[in-house]
């Protein structure tokens, strides 16, 4: 099946979506925890402004520039 999907790198594909998965799941575990609705937004925000507003280098690998932001985020 996999022949089939238009992903070249599968393995890297898979990793990248369950980072993702986690990384959310925690995040969105803490902010219950904490119940502070500015935190909560503040960090909504955050992760709306790194993840999806700033710009990928089309000339880099996504992956790798993702993993970056990632870890960048560990802190939340």
Same mark, same amino acid.
């Given at each position: 099946m996999r022949k089939w999907i238009d992903t070249p790198d599968v393995k890297r594909h898979e990793k990248f979506v369950s980072d993702w998965h986690f990384f959310l799941k925690r995040l969105e575990q803490r902010m219950e *925890?904490?119940?502070d609705q500015a935190l909560a937004?503040?960090?909504s925000m955050y992760v709306l402004k790194q993840f999806y507003l700033t710009p990928y280098d089309r000339d880099q690998d996504f992956f790798d520039q993702f993993g970056k932001?990632? *870890?960048a985020s560990s802190f939340l």
């Open positions: *925890e904490d119940g937004n503040k960090v932001r990632l *870890e």
